[in-house]
């Protein structure tokens, strides 16, 4: 009687990608990929996912395929990975975290505890205000998956305890009422009925 190949997984994770083989019992492999950096675009990760996929079928399943070069994946997208200095957190008065400030070496993140639309009122007072304190160049967005929404904005720029403080106090004014807004719009409407009892 033959022995079943033993039934095994393996995992491996690389710059925001994980990729699961497992070898089923009658021999075959199948594996699954995910990716976990965010705001890549749709091309660049049907690439990834592609290149991925080849070097799997080469190395497991023994096709002759032709396997290119990985595409190279924009420096912008390893700012998770930096040295952090310190951060802050965007409070409202009673301790509820909207986000935080990161300050890194040589730049600032405002970061929201979930992304928030790019063209939001409070939004786009705030970066107006930045552009004009530190410079156009100086202030931008980290977009999500779509240019509609943002994980964080960014400013090139060191600054001291002072700023900091009238960053924190701005950021956190702005995140809280582009967070709650999308709610109030949704809110139900409730008629008040008065009675007179007799």
Excluded: C
């Excluded at 497991?60 to 700012?79: F, H």
């Excluded at 709610?183 to 409730?190: C, D, F, G, K, V």
């Amino acid at each position: 009687m033959s022995e079943e190949p033993e039934k095994r997984e393996t995992t491996i994770k690389k710059q925001g990608l994980e990729v699961r083989v497992r070898r089923l019992p009658d021999g075959k492999y199948v594996w699954s990929i995910e990716l976990s950096t965010p705001i890549l675009n749709p091309k660049l990760i049907d690439e990834l996912v592609s290149n991925v996929d080849l070097r799997l079928r080469k190395r497991y399943l023994g096709e002759d395929v032709e396997v290119p070069e990985p595409p190279e994946i924009p420096q912008t997208e390893e700012r998770k990975e930096e040295r952090m200095e310190r951060t802050i957190p965007l409070e409202s008065r009673n301790k509820r975290l909207f986000g935080r400030l990161i300050i890194y070496e040589d730049k600032i993140a405002l970061e929201p505890l979930k992304p928030l639309p790019v063209k939001d009122g409070a939004v786009t007072w705030l970066v107006r205000y930045l552009r004009e304190q530190y410079g156009e160049e100086k202030v931008g967005f980290e977009h999500d998956r779509t240019d509609r929404y943002f994980r964080a904005i960014i400013i090139a720029e060191k600054l001291n305890d002072e700023q900091l403080e009238d960053l924190r106090e701005k950021a956190t004014w702005s995140f809280i009422r582009a967070t709650v807004r999308p709610s109030r719009r949704t809110r139900t409407y409730r008629k008040r009925v008065w009675r007179r009892w007799r």
